[in-house]
Structure formats: C-alpha cells, structure tokens
C-alpha cells in the first residue's frame, strides 16, 4: 500500500493530466472545423448603383441672399463754361424735376438755370456763388427716392440664368408680402488693382415704387429661370457638366462604365432634363465615376459644382 501511494498513484495523475492536456491542444489546434468556416465568405462584388431615365416636371428656381438698397444718386454737371450767379437750394432738400438748382452766366453773358434731372433729395452741392465753372464741372447730385435689391453671385451661376425673366420675387423677413421687382439685370465689375484682379458679379431689379423698404434691408431675391414639363430626367449626380452638353454613363457589359453624350436642359438642382442621348426607360448610373476618394460625388447645384 506504501507502494501505490507513493509511486502509483502520483504516475496515474501525471498520465492523466497529460491525456487531458493532448486533448485539448487537440481541441484547439486541430479539429476538423473552425469558427472561420462556419461564415459564409462573400462570393460577390458590390454592384454600380443605376438609374432609370423618367419623365416628369421640372421647376428651376434660383435663389439669392440680397440686401434692398437705394438708387444712385444722378449728377449734375456744367454743361458750358460760366460763372455761379445764384444757388437758390441747400443740401438735404427735396427738390422736384425741373426745379432751379442754380443760375450761372455764360460767356456771352446770358443767365441760364441749371435744373434738378430728378425728382428726390439734394445730396451734393458743388456750385458757390461767383464760382467759375468749366465743362463737365460738378455743380449737384440729386438721389432718387427709389430703391432696388441687389445680390453678389458666383459668375458660374449664370448658367442657370442664361433665359432669364426680367423680374424677380423679393421676400424680406419681417416686411411686406413678397413682391415682384423688376428690370433684372446682371452687371460685373472691372477688375482693379485694388480688388485683385477679381470680377465682382452682381444682380439687381427695382423695387416698386409702392412698396415700402427702407436700404440696408436683408432680403431673398428668386428668380425663376424654367421650367419643362413631361420632360427626360435624371439625377444630377448621373450627369457631368450642367449646362447644355453634359455625359452620363452606361453599365458596361465588361463591368466598365460606357460614357454617353447628352444635351442638357434645365435644372433644379436635384434633376436635370435631358434633350436628346437617352430615351425614358434607359439604366444609367446614378452616380458619375468623378466620385471623391472619400467615396462622395461632385455635382452640380444652384451654387456650381458641389463636391
């Protein structure tokens, strides 16, 4: 019994953790399966996301962040050499077209008025009494009473504006009812040393006399540049370019996308028309391959290309 305990029975324990130590190495490092193969691997690859040329209608509508300001003030000038007899009106008044803003004698001695062009407020008064004055000489400036609202845009949006009414739809928070104003017009600057060489473009449009504003307003101009109606339309995301030539693509049969040009109507934004280059039904992509590396899409907008 001396024997067992001391030689027996310790080897059977030492036998035995052994057994259970090959088992389980076994279990871990050699089964005939492993997690891994319980998941279905992916057999597939991700195919390109299409879309379906349709019809519908399209609204194009621009809109513009703008400020209400008042009308230029109109000058007045000499139109001969002569000399200031009378200044009859002060800065600040009111004046009426036609009204005398001064009397000047010519060099044959004959006395002449020289007139308001406008009806508004004397805001610069040149002419003095005795002066003598030359062709082209400031003698006044005369501000209307008008107003009109003026926006700074991005040269590029004029794109969408290229038919363009002549009137717009101005709203101003807290003021009237949105109203329409007219005489749209785009103007840009000359670029200048003292602006970089940069073009400032701007759009503006009157405001009606009748309605009440006040400069310095903050305001949003719309303007509508078309519409089209049942026309082709796809995303503007399917489309490179935005005005009138463009190029979306087909699913290749290799995998690869098959450009195909198209004519461009007009544009909301978030669908474009189609003139001709697809027919309703066609599949394209719905996403142009001009995509980020971050995986977005560069399209255009309202505002250009928006990436």
Known sequence: MHVA???VFPILRIVIAIVI????VQ???FSGGSEADDVAAPTGSVGQELTVVERGDLESTVRFDATIAADEAVPVVAAVDAQVRTVPVAVDQRVDAGQVLATVRNAAGRTVNVTAPITGTLVQLDALVDQFL???SPIAAVAPDSFHVRATIDPSQQYRLV???D?????IAGGPQPFACTGLAIDATTPTPESGGLVETTIRCAVPAEVTVFAGLSAELEIAAGSAQ??????TTAVEGAVEAGVVYLPGADGEPEPRD???GISDGTAIEIVSGLDEGDEILAFTPSATADGGVCYPDEYGMNC
């Open 21 to 24: 130590a090959v088992a389980l």
């Open 230 to 235: 049942d026309a082709l339309v796809v995303p």
């Open 262 to 264: 198209v004519v461009l």
């Open 134 to 136: 030359s062709v082209g």
């Open 167 to 171: 009137e717009g739809t101005v709203s």
């Open 5 to 7: 305990r001391t030689w």
């Open 163 to 165: 038919d363009r009414p």
């Open 27 to 29: 279990l871990a490092f």
